[in-house]
């Protein structure tokens, strides 16, 4: 991905989004930050980000809602999933990816 593309990143854990947002910068890439879905969603809107890192546990949308939403509302990003379940059973799993990765950072 060409680095002038946005990243967004959506994680309502403080320490875990600081985390990925300072590695993503550290290596260039422009970056947004969200703490919840609706403020993704706000964020989506106003930056069209190429790719979207999102937690699937937020506290008012989950992250299957954001996938769903970001995807009626026609855009193109990517989304890489970020669970701290070792299993990712949603409402929306079959039809959103077809490989899951577990957060490799413990709060």
Known sequence: ??????????????SVRDLV???LLL???PVREASNGREALRI?????????????????IDGWGVARELKSRGRDASIL???????????GKRNWGRRFLGEAVQS
Do not use: F, H
Not at 1 to 14: A, K, Q
Not at 44 to 52: A, G, K, N, Y
């Open 81 to 91: 999933v970020m669970t701290g379940r070792s299993k990712c059973r949603g409402s």
């Open 21 to 23: 947002v300072v590695s």
């Open 27 to 29: 290596e260039g890439y």
């Open 44 to 60: 989506i809107d106003e930056s069209e980000p190429r790719l979207v890192l999102l937690d699937m546990q937020l506290p008012d």
């Open 1 to 14: 991905m060409p680095r002038d593309g946005v990243v967004l990143v959506v994680d309502d854990d403080e």
